[in-house]
């Protein structure tokens, strides 16, 4: 066995010894109603409800658990500017946040250990290296509108200071200026969700440790802001998950946008993703990378899906090395201006057998599948998105043939083949209004494909004087009397009077005289013949 150099020796000599001493030895009795390093604590928040609001005073000391436990509540930032970048999940001295502690020892057989007596109370935690624990489960965590965050992190491993460059103890609420006084702290993100922040800054997430977990993370409808300035700078990403050995599992972001950022979403050992319906603007690296160690390749199933990404100076999205039961699908992105010098969007580095990529319908920045993606054997056969939902305007070169692109009532966009159709609106014609023929409209996206027409009005159904569908009275209706129905008399075409017509016999005595007259003058108008 190779022996440590002397000054490591003493070193650790040194350590073992001060292991046995008890921790009021070397630091003062915590106060745990105070804040830390002695200052006032500042007022908390009410706790009672299920939304718990903070301010920029009290926001990481709620996080902290100093006013009580945070788990399965809404946190939600009030007006006002946050400075620092918020710490999740770290072990402290309130009993609000949960925190496990124990008393560690050393053998050179077996290193740093967790001791079987177990404190139950601070005071009882005595050796100089310690193991916390501290799980945050169930939280939300909120803004107000208008609210800007500088970031979240979290951290799990073995912590410690050096000279110039101190940690902190928040357990013990002490500086750690070296190994000698330093702490292993195994911290747990479970089922916490980042609802609707703006960030200036990002998320990053280092589990370093055995027993921490980080699962059932969510980012949803988040604003990533970015810098400009510091976007060429490695690490500078707006979510940041990384590991050596452990997993990050059932991980989502969904509906956030991200600007101006090294990466947008890293995470070193993912074991189920679903990375869906983001807009990525300008990234120097890659916009999308899971990767791995050689104690963390790829598992799970990933869904890589509908994200509008542009203006990449690297492949848009990067896979690492994976394992057989690793599932990714990657389909229904828009890529625009994006790719390595070479022009390729997608790398993975090892798919074992038994592992599945798919790759179709992606549209590659105008690009074919052989020139975009650098793996010969998961290229896909069609290109050109078929389907989802975005954040930004799709035209019709990134849409597959036959189908166009769509906007939606929500102000999203989409494409759609208007393969099922409906006619809506039908109205038919009566007396009193017109008809319509009612617009043809996609079942699949609600798109008017066609507008219908007007028809026009029908004629009145009279029956017994009035229109059966209005009421509206027929104009040459003929009540029916007594002695049947009045019908109109109509004009006589003889000469003769009617019977009766004592009115009219002057008249015709007149003419009858007149006639007797016309008749006498012709005949003594007739002459006799010659010598007859």
């Not at 996080?63 to 946190?75: E, F, H, N, Q, R």
């Not at 280092?206 to 604003?223: E, L």
């Not at 790829?298 to 509908?306: D, N, Y």
């Not at 010098?341 to 105008?366: C, H, I, M, R």
Request: with cysteine; proline share 4%.
């Amino acid at each position: 066995m190779k022996k440590l150099p002397r000054f490591r020796q003493a070193a650790m000599a040194a350590a073992m010894v001060l292991t046995l001493l008890p921790a009021t030895a070397l630091a003062a009795e915590v106060d745990t109603t105070a804040g830390y390093n002695g200052e006032a604590l500042p007022a908390g928040p009410d706790m009672t409800g299920d939304v718990v609001d903070v301010t920029p005073e009290n926001a990481q000391y709620t996080l902290d658990g100093a006013y009580g436990s945070i788990d399965g509540k809404t946190i939600r930032f009030t007006a006002g500017e946050y400075e620092d970048v918020l710490v999740l999940a770290r072990p402290t001295k309130y009993e609000g946040s949960n925190t496990e502690y124990y008393n560690m020892s050393w053998t050179e057989g077996n290193g740093w250990f967790v001791t079987d007596d177990v404190p139950d109370a601070l005071e009882d935690l005595t050796s100089t290296i310690t193991t916390y624990k501290r799980t945050v489960e169930g939280v939300t965590f909120t803004a107000e509108e208008g609210v800007v965050l500088p970031g979240f992190s979290a951290g799990s491993g073995h912590v410690y200071g050096m000279a110039g460059s101190p940690a902190y103890d928040y357990v013990r609420d002490q500086e750690v200026l070296s190994s000698v006084n330093s702490y292993y702290g195994h911290n747990s993100l479970v089922d916490v969700t980042f609802q609707g922040l703006t960030l200036r800054g990002g998320v990053f997430i280092a589990d370093y440790s055995r027993d921490a977990v980080n699962s059932g993370i969510t980012f949803d409808g988040c604003v990533f802001l970015g810098s400009e300035a510091e976007m060429a700078t490695n690490g500078y990403n707006g979510i940041k998950m990384s590991a050596d050995s452990k997993y990050f599992s059932d991980i989502t972001v969904t509906n956030c946008t991200f600007t101006k950022y090294f990466q947008a979403v890293y995470i070193q050992g993912v074991d189920g993703a679903a990375i869906t319906n983001n807009s990525i603007d300008g990234t120097t690296h890659n916009a999308v990378a899971l990767q791995s160690s050689s104690g963390n390749p790829l598992k799970g199933t990933v869904e890589i899906a509908e994200n509008f990404i542009e203006n990449t100076q690297d492949r848009a999205i990067r896979v690492g090395n994976a394992l057989a039961e690793f599932q990714l699908t990657a389909v229904n992105n828009v890529m625009v201006n994006a790719g390595d010098t070479d022009g390729q969007l997608f790398k993975a580095e090892t798919l074992p057998e038994g592992s599945e990529v798919v790759l179709e319908n992606n549209y590659w920045a105008g690009r074919t599948a052989e020139e975009a993606v650098a793996n010969a054997d998961i290229r896909p056969e069609n290109t050109g998105i078929i389907g989802g939902t975005f954040l930004k305007e799709i035209t019709a070169e990134y849409c597959a043939a036959g189908f166009v692109p769509v906007e939606k009532e929500d102000g999203t966009f989409g494409v759609c083949d208007h393969a099922l159709t409906e006619r809506t609106g039908v109205k038919e014609a009566t007396c009193q209004a017109e008809g319509y023929t009612g617009d043809l409209v996609c079942s699949k996206c609600g798109a008017v494909l066609e507008t219908g027409s007007a028809v026009a009005k029908t004629a009145h159904h009279y029956v017994d004087g009035k229109c059966t569908v209005c009421g509206t009275d027929d104009p040459d209706y003929a009540p029916e009397g007594p002695d049947g129905p009045t019908v109109p008399s109509e004009p006589d075409d003889t000469t003769n009077p009617g019977t009766g017509d004592t009115d009219s016999l002057p008249v015709w005595i007149s003419l009858f005289a007149a006639g007797v007259a016309l008749a006498g003058a012709a005949l003594s108008g007739r002459k006799k013949p010659c010598g007859r």
